[in-house]
C-alpha cells in the first residue's frame, strides 16, 4: 500500500513532525509532499496549503484523502505499535474536537518552532529518496 502524507513545506512545525514521522516509519510505508509542490498541484491538494496547516494523507492505491486530525489517526494505524493504539483511543472522541485540537495546534504552528523557506535540510538519503516534489 503506498501512502504519501502532504505538508505544508514552509512550516518548521511540520517539518519536524515530517521528519519524526520517517524515523518511526522503519517499513517505509508512507512517502512526504509538500503542499506547495508539483505532486499537490497535479491532485488538486494546493488549495490546503494556505488552510491553517491541514494535512493531507492520500492512499495512492484507492484514492482515498484523509485530512488533519483523520489524516494522523490514520498515520497511526499505518505506522502500527504504540502509534496505532494511540490514534485507536483518540478516535475515541468526536471529531469535531479532535479537529478543534488539531486547528488550535495548527494555528499555533509557527510560534511553536518558526516558518522555514521551503523544505529544512532533511537529515539523510533515504528521507530524500522518500521526498517527492
Known amino acids: 500500500m503506498a501512502w504519501v502524507l502532504f505538508f505544508d513545506g514552509d512550516c518548521g512545525f511540520c517539518n519536524k513532525s515530517i521528519q519524526r514521522v520517517h524515523r518511526i516509519d522503519t517499513?517505509?510505508?508512507v512517502d512526504?509532499?509538500?503542499l506547495q509542490g508539483e505532486l499537490s498541484r497535479s491532485l488538486g491538494l494546493e488549495k490546503y496549503a494556505s488552510l491553517n496547516g491541514t494535512i493531507v494523507l492520500l492512499d495512492e492505491e484507492s484514492g482515498a484523502k484523509f485530512f488533519k486530525f483523520e489524516a494522523v489517526s490514520q498515520l497511526g494505524k499505518i505506522l502500527g505499535g504504540v502509534y496505532r493504539l494511540l490514534g485507536f483511543l483518540l478516535r475515541l472522541f468526536p471529531l469535531?474536537?479532535?479537529n478543534r485540537l488539531y486547528d488550535l495546534i495548527a494555528?499555533?504552528?509557527?510560534?511553536?518552532v518558526g516558518k522555514t523557506a521551503g523544505s529544512c535540510g532533511f537529515p539523510?538519503?533515504?528521507?530524500?529518496k522518500r521526498m517527492r516534489h
Open 27 to 29: 517499513h517505509q510505508r
Open 32 to 34: 512526504f509532499a509538500p
Open 96 to 98: 469535531f474536537l479532535t
Open 107 to 112: 494555528r499555533h504552528r509557527y510560534l511553536l
Open 124 to 128: 539523510d538519503e533515504n528521507f530524500r
